[in-house]
């Protein structure tokens, strides 16, 4: 048998070498309005070790941990909905704009942005109420549940208020404008 000793014939590698980028952090897009949402998923973060820790480490669990991490993590929804609604990028089914002329696609967005916003309104307003009315505290804390709530319902507040800054922003627009903004931003989603 004659052994091949150039690489003609062989294959090429099956798995090409990694390289490790060192890229700078881009900061530029956090505001402070995203800094509870931030100190919410790091408290969240915390907690869950702390209960895995003691769970799994130390074989005697915390008992607070588990119903915290609950509520801290609604909190990180509510706080990162927020984050989402002030930069415009919540996500939307793009398909119709592509296929509608540039005026209604504008009075679709525009009216999507109203129905968003009517919605943030409403459901703060109800989560006031629900605020008010919740007189409990948590099960294994001593901490009043209406917290929560407060909490949700200033997020769904700032929703509403970034909703109103961008329903504006889409009244004001060309409608060329306003869907070239669309598809910017869903072309920059794919590139991720």
Known sequence: MHKDTNNEGRAPDARPDIVFADEETDLSDFS????????ALWTLAIIVFVQFFTRYVLNDSLAWTEEIARYVLVIVAYFGAVAVTRKGTHI??????????????????VTMEFFSMALYGYLAYQAVILAQKTRTKMASVEIPKSLLYW???????????????????????????????????????ISD
């Open 32 to 39: 402070l309005v995203d800094l509870p949402g931030l100190i």
């Open 92 to 109: 939307f089914l793009e398909f119709f704009y592509r296929y509608l002329s540039p005026k209604v696609g504008k009075w679709l967005a």
């Open 151 to 189: 909490s949700v319902a200033a997020a769904l507040a700032a929703m509403a208020v970034f909703s109103l800054y961008w329903l504006i922003r889409k009244i004001s627009q060309p409608p060329e404008q306003v869907i070239a903004e669309l598809e910017k931003r869903s072309l920059s989603e």
